[in-house]
C-alpha cells in the first residue's frame, strides 16, 4: 500500500514538474488569426503554427476523411439524378458531407472558406524554379495578380510539375 502511495505521488510531483516546465511556458496566440505553415516552418526562424503540409494540406485531409468514410455518400445522389434530374431542390445543396466534394458544392464551400480565413495569407513553398521563373519575370513573390494570362498558366504548370512535398 505504501508503495502504491509512493508511486503515486511521484506521478503527481512529474505532472507538476511537466505542467510548470512544458504547458505554462507556452505561448498563448489567436489560432484563427495566426498562418498555419508545413511542419518545417518553411526554413524561417520566426514562431509560427505548424502542421504537416500547412493549411491546403489539412484541408485535403478533411475532404479526404470524407471520402473515407462516406464511400456510399453518392448512391442517393446519382438514383435521384436518374430518377427526377430537374429536381433543383435536392440539386442546389449537399444533402451529406460526400456530396459536398462534387465541383458544384465544393467550389462555393472553399471559396467562402478562403473568404472568411482570419489570417492574413496562406504560405505555399516554392521550388526554386518557381522562383526562377518568378524573379525573371520581375513579379514579387506576394504579386501573382501582375502576371499576364499566358504566364499564370505557364507559372501554374511549372508549380505542378515541381511541387515541393
Do not use: W
Amino acid at each position: 500500500m505504501r508503495e502504491k502511495k509512493r508511486k503515486d505521488e511521484a506521478l503527481e510531483r512529474f505532472k507538476d514538474q511537466v505542467y510548470a516546465n512544458m504547458i505554462l511556458k507556452g505561448e498563448k496566440v489567436n489560432v484563427l488569426a495566426t498562418n498555419l505553415v508545413d511542419i518545417d516552418s518553411h526554413m524561417c526562424g520566426d514562431k509560427m503554427l505548424c502542421a504537416y503540409g500547412g493549411q491546403l494540406q489539412q484541408v485535403y485531409y478533411v475532404l479526404e476523411e470524407i471520402i473515407r468514410k462516406y464511400p456510399q455518400g453518392m448512391k442517393m445522389y446519382m438514383e435521384k439524378k436518374y430518377a427526377d434530374p430537374d429536381d433543383q431542390d435536392y440539386f442546389a445543396r449537399p444533402n451529406n458531407p460526400r456530396e459536398l466534394l462534387l465541383p458544384d458544392h465544393l467550389l462555393p464551400f472553399f471559396m467562402l472558406y478562403l473568404k472568411e480565413m482570419k489570417n492574413e495569407c496562406i504560405e505555399v513553398m516554392l521550388h526554386p524554379e518557381c522562383a526562377k521563373f518568378l524573379k525573371g519575370k520581375e513579379c514579387p513573390l506576394d504579386e501573382l495578380y501582375n502576371l499576364n494570362d499566358e504566364d499564370v498558366m505557364k507559372f501554374k504548370d511549372l508549380f505542378t510539375e515541381n511541387k515541393i512535398s
